[in-house]
Nanobody
Framework: QVQLVESGGGLVQPGGSLRLSCAAS????????MRWYRQAPGKERELVAS???????NYADSMKGRLTIYRDNDKNTVYLQMNSLEPEDTAVYYC?????????????WGQGTQVTVSS
């Protein structure tokens, strides 16, 4: 079955860095785009970064210049390097993909990893 398992979150001071990881299994990882979303308390879930099969990347304007998303197809893992973190970046970060199944695009989510930016 499809599984996405995030790790790497934690408490970091403003200006610090974190690298999130998402280990995928149960599908042909290298043939699907991957995304990172985040959800802060009381806010809607928002897309922060995506990477295509060909490793073309896109970033949310709010975090552009501070994020790098990349993938290792041999390890079935997608990463999110976050730099110059701000308190406003505090959120649960989720890994996501969409698979074609039964004629429809089905979204899959990891359990999320908490990122807290605070002094």
């Amino acid at each position: 079955q499809v599984q996405l398992v995030e790790s790497g979150g934690g408490l970091v001071q403003p200006g610090g860095s974190l690298r999130l990881s998402c280990a995928a299994s149960g599908f042909r990882f290298r043939t699907y785009a991957m995304r990172w979303y985040r959800q802060a308390p009381g806010k809607e879930r928002e897309l922060v970064a995506s990477i295509s099969v060909a490793s073309v990347t896109n970033y949310a304007d709010s975090m552009k210049g501070r994020l790098t998303i990349y993938r290792d197809n041999d390890k079935n893992t997608v990463y999110l390097q976050m730099n110059s973190l701000e308190p406003e970046d505090t959120a649960v970060y989720y890994c996501n993909t969409e698979l074609w199944q039964y004629g429809s695009k089905i979204p899959y989510w990891g359990q999320g990893t908490q990122v807290t930016v605070s002094s």
